[in-house]
C-alpha cells in the first residue's frame, strides 16, 4: 500500500468562518477549482460512490481527494488504490466537523494547482458538518437506503444546505422499508432545489446523471 | 395520536460536565432507577430496538423513554403508539449531542419517580455523544450492519465507552459485504469489556440475549 500523508487539521482561532469560507471560495474560484463538500452519515457509501465517481471523471479532469476523518485512514488508501488520483487524510482531533480555516489547511497540503475537481469527504456526521460553510462551491450528502426516508425530518439543516442529494444503495430497496417517493418529497418540501441522485453506488446504476451533475458543476465554475 | 410533551433542552452553563454526571448518576442509584444512554449512527435501528427491548420487558419492569432529536417527534411517537410506556421528547436547538445538565432537565421533566428503567435515546451521531458523559448508569450503542465492519476503526472513541454494542440488522447480512467476526474483534480491540449483541431488531433474532443483559443491568443498579 502507497503511504498516505495525514494532516492533523486545527480549528480556526478566529470567530468568523462565514467570512473564512467567502475567501476560500474566492480563491479557488481564482484559481479553476471546483471544490466539493460530501456529507453523509457513517457508512452511507461516500467512499465507495467516490471511487465511482472519480473513475468516471479522472480521463475528462484532474481530481484530487481530502479525506477527513476523527481517525484511521483507511478510505484514503481505498481511494487511492482503486482510482490512482492525489489523496490526503485530515485527522480533526475528535472535532465532529471540518471549519473553513480546518479546509484551507487541507487544501494548502492538497496543493490545487491545475485541480479542477476536488473533494472533501466530510465526517461521517448528520448533525455538525451541516452547521460549518467548509468553503466548498457546492455540498453534497448521501443518504443511504437502510437509514430510513424519514432522515429529512430528524436531520432538516443538512438536507436545507446541500445542493444535490444522493439516495444511495438503491440496491436494497427490496429489503428495507424505505419509501423513495416519500424521501423525495420531504427533502425537496425543505429544499426545493435540491437535486436528487438515486443510485447503486454498488451496481453502478443510476450513478451516470450523478456523475454528470459533477461534470456540470466544475464546467460552470470554471467557466463563469 | 396522543399528544408527545415536548421539553427544549438548554446546554450546561456549568464547566464541569463530568460533575454534574456523577451528581445526576448517584441521584438516579438513590431512587433506584437505571438510566440506559442509547446511541448510534442515523438510521441504525434505535427506535424499533427499543420498542421491542421495552415490550418484551415492560410486565416486570416500570420503564420510560426521553426521545432526544434535533427536530421531530416521530420516534417519540412510535414508542408511545407501540409500548404504551411514558415518554417524552427532548429537543436540542440543533445540538449534537446531550450533556449531563440537558439530561438532567430531561429526567426532571420525564419524572423518574418509581420507575425502574429509564432510556436516553441520544442524537443520532457516532461523534459528539461519545464526549459527554450524561450521567447515565450504562452507555449502549447499536451498529447497524449496512453501516459496514469499518466502524470501530473510524469511530474508535464511542466504541471505547459502550458497555454494550447491538449489532443490528443482522437479517440484511447476505446483502451487505459485514464481517461480523472482524466487527467484534475490532470493538474489542478497543474495549476489551464490551457485551457484543448481534440482533435482527426486525425479526427478533437475537433480541433476547440482548434483553437479558437489560435485565440484569437493572436488577444489578438496583440491588448494589
Given amino acids: 500500500m502507497d503511504k498516505i500523508r495525514i494532516i492533523e487539521v486545527k480549528q480556526s482561532v478566529f470567530e468568523d468562518n462565514n467570512k473564512d469560507a467567502e475567501n476560500l471560495r474566492q480563491e479557488l474560484k481564482n484559481k479553476g477549482t471546483f471544490l ?3 456529507m453523509s452519515s457513517p457508512g452511507s457509501g461516500k467512499t465507495t460512490t467516490l471511487t465511482k465517481t472519480i473513475n468516471a471523471l479522472k480521463d475528462e479532469m484532474t481530481i484530487a481527494v481530502m479525506e477527513a476523518d476523527i481517525d484511521g485512514e483507511c478510505d484514503a488508501h481505498t481511494i487511492k488504490d482503486t482510482t490512482g488520483v492525489k489523496v490526503i487524510q485530515l485527522h480533526t482531533g475528535g472535532m465532529c466537523h471540518l471549519d473553513a480555516e480546518m479546509t484551507r489547511q487541507g487544501v494548502n497540503e492538497l496543493g490545487v494547482d491545475g485541480v479542477d ?5 466530510n465526517i461521517g456526521n448528520l448533525v455538525c458538518p451541516a452547521e460549518f460553510d467548509t468553503g466548498s462551491s457546492k455540498n453534497a450528502m448521501i443518504l443511504s437506503v437502510p437509514e430510513g426516508d424519514d432522515k429529512p425530518l430528524k436531520y432538516p439543516l443538512m438536507f436545507t444546505i446541500c445542493h444535490a442529494v444522493v439516495i444511495n444503495k438503491i440496491d436494497t430497496l427490496s429489503v428495507f422499508d424505505f419509501d423513495i417517493e416519500k424521501a423525495k418529497e420531504r427533502i425537496l418540501k425543505l429544499n426545493p432545489n ?6 447503486s453506488a454498488k451496481t453502478g446504476e443510476g450513478i451516470d446523471a450523478w456523475v454528470d451533475w459533477c ?10
Fill in 215 to 224: 461534470r456540470r458543476q466544475v464546467k460552470e465554475w470554471q467557466s463563469k
Fill in 194 to 199: 435540491a437535486e436528487i441522485f438515486p443510485i
Fill in 117 to 121: 475537481f476536488a473533494i472533501l469527504e
Fill in 36 to 38: 466539493l463538500n460530501l
